[in-house]
């Protein structure tokens, strides 16, 4: 029973979240032309769910490998020493998908969105900078591999304690903040409207990951293990 309740923890309001942040995008795909367009075939409408349904498998994911091997070591029981490899190469399929689809979508739903071409590409110029300053910062200081969770696989990366250098001298939730933003792009680029409320979706369904699974399971690391 205990092992169950650290397994869900906080998960209540992660559901809660996923709930409200549907009902609020179902709203928005009101707004005409939010599904207008296609491409190889399929209609907007496939790729805004593609895009949607896409950020919630990788977040189910990462729920279930961090709180199933922190409390479980359930992976490195399935996959033995390659478990982490095996997390790395699914974890950014999926990211890179996640992205991918957005983009995808952008393009579906082209021109559907009454915004200056030249202040969309200026926006997503500035938006870039911290962006990939970011991820600089997460490969000179952080390292993918904390990025990606190591420290549910591995207790010696508990001592490391948190990183304040590059962007994460600014703040520590930089790839949250910043990161993301790159969400924002393809509606951008190509003035999409489908595309602008899929990346809100991804962004706010992001932090609702932050505050009911990393951050409770970062306390549990590093300060009460």
């Not at 205990?2 to 397994?7: Q, R």
């Not at 969309?120 to 990939?132: A, D, F, H, K, N």
Request: charge should be positive; hydrophobic fraction near 55%.
């Amino acid at each position: 029973m205990k092992t169950f309740k650290l397994l869900f923890e906080k998960q209540i309001y992660n559901y809660l979240g996923l709930f409200a942040l549907l009902a609020i995008i179902v709203y928005f795909t009101n707004w005409p032309g939010a599904y207008d367009g296609r491409l190889w075939g399929p209609g907007t409408i496939f790729w805004f769910w593609l895009s949607i349904g896409a950020a919630i498998i990788h977040q189910f994911c990462v729920w279930f490998v961090w709180r199933t091997e922190l409390h479980l070591k359930l992976i490195s029981k399935w996959f033995g020493k390659r478990a982490f490899l095996i997390w790395t190469i699914l974890f950014m399929i999926l990211f890179v998908s996640r992205f991918l689809f957005v983009f995808i979508l952008g393009f579906a739903n082209r021109g559907t969105w009454n915004i200056n071409p030249v202040l969309g590409w200026m926006l997503t110029g500035i938006i870039l900078i911290p962006v990939i300053y970011t991820f600089y910062s997460v490969k000179k200081y952080f390292t993918l591999n904390r990025a990606l969770g190591i420290d549910h696989f591995d207790p010696s990366y508990r001592r490391l304690g948190l990183v304040r250098e590059g962007i994460f001298k600014y703040t520590s939730n930089a790839m949250y903040i910043f990161a993301a933003m790159i969400l924002w792009t393809p509606a951008l680029i190509f003035a999409s409207k489908a595309a602008l409320i899929s990346a809100l979706f991804n962004y706010a369904y992001l932090w609702v990951h932050y505050y009911t699974l990393e951050l409770p399971d970062m306390k549990r690391i590093y300060f009460n293990n």
